[in-house]
């Protein structure tokens, strides 16, 4: 009876410890993967940076596309007019992001650029400067936590789309009647297709989603063993648990698969066939599961973020075609 009794003590403190291991596991995991400054200190970010540079293709053709496009950049920055704008979340953080007008911006198109997981807004100036050739304001916000604005954690999109709501406001306040465009590359392609299942304003004409994610759970699981080697053995149930706790969101609900079955608004879905961080099935999964209007581009031979590199003419055609289809340009 006492070996009984002891086995019994010895069991219940090895589950307790058991316990204890994976919620101290998955607290930090919450950490390492969505607060910045505790990624600083662990060197995650420099980790993702190498880990994501080496998933890239790296073929002639996209280097010096690349290369094209940060000129391009250079001088489309050099000739807008481009200040900085700030705007307070519903939970009190200050956010930030870049804004581009045209001379004569009442009447004008808007798109709103949506960068990607540990992103911020000066990666999406590329896209920017195609649209402000083809007439469009611009407004290129740090999501939260990212960037130049506060957070205490990177919102997977999910809590990132009341502050792109607040956003879309900032711009219908000073442009009624503003015709706005949501263009999205892997997260923010995320957050935009995931906004697309909440009741929007009449302004938002269509979404344009670049190599997004259906979901963050996935995400999280891939990121976790492939970023930072955590193989997930339960351990995400319990991050989940603490990102409820700490976070105030739920990775399961951030579901792009999910809210885009919801949606009424026309989306172009674009992708990479050798994207090694979303798989391409991601893009064809959000298209079949969309019931309104929509298109699909496939792009051979490119890598995760890639497609505008590989052949920016054909990217460019497809985006401003489908736009073309939902937007009156003044």
């Given at each position: 009876m006492k070996?009984?009794?002891k086995r019994t003590k010895v069991l219940i403190a090895a589950l307790i410890a058991v316990m204890v291991i994976y919620t101290v596991i998955g607290n930090i995991i919450v950490s390492a993967a969505l607060v910045p400054d505790f990624m600083r200190k662990l060197e995650a970010f420099e980790r993702v940076t190498e880990q994501g540079y080496s998933?890239?293709?790296?073929?002639?053709?996209?280097?010096?596309n690349a290369a094209l496009a940060r000129e391009e950049t250079k001088a489309f920055l050099e000739k807008s007019d481009g200040f900085k704008v700030k705007s307070t979340s519903d939970d009190g953080y200050e956010l930030i992001a870049a804004c581009f007008r045209q001379a004569e911006p009442e009447g004008k198109p808007w798109v709103i650029l949506l960068h990607g997981y540990t992103g911020w807004k000066e990666e999406m100036y590329?896209?920017?400067?195609?649209y402000y050739e083809k007439g469009f304001n611009i407004l290129c916000p740090d999501l939260r936590c990212q960037g130049e604005s506060d957070g205490d954690f990177i919102g997977m999109g999910w809590t990132d789309r009341y502050?792109?709501?607040d956003w879309i406001g900032k711009i219908t306040d000073s442009y009624p009647d503003a015709e706005i465009v949501l263009h999205g590359e892997s997260m923010g392609a995320s957050c935009a297709v995931m906004m697309s299942g909440m009741e929007l304003p009449d302004n938002i004409k269509c979404v344009i989603s670049d190599c997004a994610f259906t979901d963050s759970v996935s995400m999280f699981r891939k990121q976790l063993r492939d970023w930072f080697s955590i193989p997930d053995i339960g351990f995400i149930g319990s991050a989940r648990l603490w990102l409820r706790i700490r976070g105030g969101y739920d990775l399961k609900d951030a579901s792009a698969i999910n809210e885009i079955k919801k949606s009424d608004i026309p989306t172009l879905f674009i992708q990479g066939d050798q994207d090694r961080i979303v798989p391409?099935?991601?893009?064809?999964?959000?298209?079949?599961?969309l019931n309104a209007e929509k298109d699909i581009m496939i792009v051979e031979g490119a890598g995760h973020a890639q497609s505008c590199y590989k052949d920016p003419d054909a990217y460019y055609d497809r985006v401003f075609g489908f736009i073309d289809r939902?937007?009156?340009?003044s």
């Amino acid at each position: 009876m006492k070996k009984l009794k002891k086995r019994t003590k010895v069991l219940i403190a090895a589950l307790i410890a058991v316990m204890v291991i994976y919620t101290v596991i998955g607290n930090i995991i919450v950490s390492a993967a969505l607060v910045p400054d505790f990624m600083r200190k662990l060197e995650a970010f420099e980790r993702v940076t190498e880990q994501g540079y080496s998933e890239m293709v790296k073929t002639d053709d996209i280097t010096e596309n690349a290369a094209l496009a940060r000129e391009e950049t250079k001088a489309f920055l050099e000739k807008s007019d481009g200040f900085k704008v700030k705007s307070t979340s519903d939970d009190g953080y200050e956010l930030i992001a870049a804004c581009f007008r045209q001379a004569e911006p009442e009447g004008k198109p808007w798109v709103i650029l949506l960068h990607g997981y540990t992103g911020w807004k000066e990666e999406m100036y590329h896209y920017a400067a195609k649209y402000y050739e083809k007439g469009f304001n611009i407004l290129c916000p740090d999501l939260r936590c990212q960037g130049e604005s506060d957070g205490d954690f990177i919102g997977m999109g999910w809590t990132d789309r009341y502050d792109v709501l607040d956003w879309i406001g900032k711009i219908t306040d000073s442009y009624p009647d503003a015709e706005i465009v949501l263009h999205g590359e892997s997260m923010g392609a995320s957050c935009a297709v995931m906004m697309s299942g909440m009741e929007l304003p009449d302004n938002i004409k269509c979404v344009i989603s670049d190599c997004a994610f259906t979901d963050s759970v996935s995400m999280f699981r891939k990121q976790l063993r492939d970023w930072f080697s955590i193989p997930d053995i339960g351990f995400i149930g319990s991050a989940r648990l603490w990102l409820r706790i700490r976070g105030g969101y739920d990775l399961k609900d951030a579901s792009a698969i999910n809210e885009i079955k919801k949606s009424d608004i026309p989306t172009l879905f674009i992708q990479g066939d050798q994207d090694r961080i979303v798989p391409v099935s991601s893009a064809e999964e959000l298209y079949e599961s969309l019931n309104a209007e929509k298109d699909i581009m496939i792009v051979e031979g490119a890598g995760h973020a890639q497609s505008c590199y590989k052949d920016p003419d054909a990217y460019y055609d497809r985006v401003f075609g489908f736009i073309d289809r939902f937007l009156i340009y003044s």
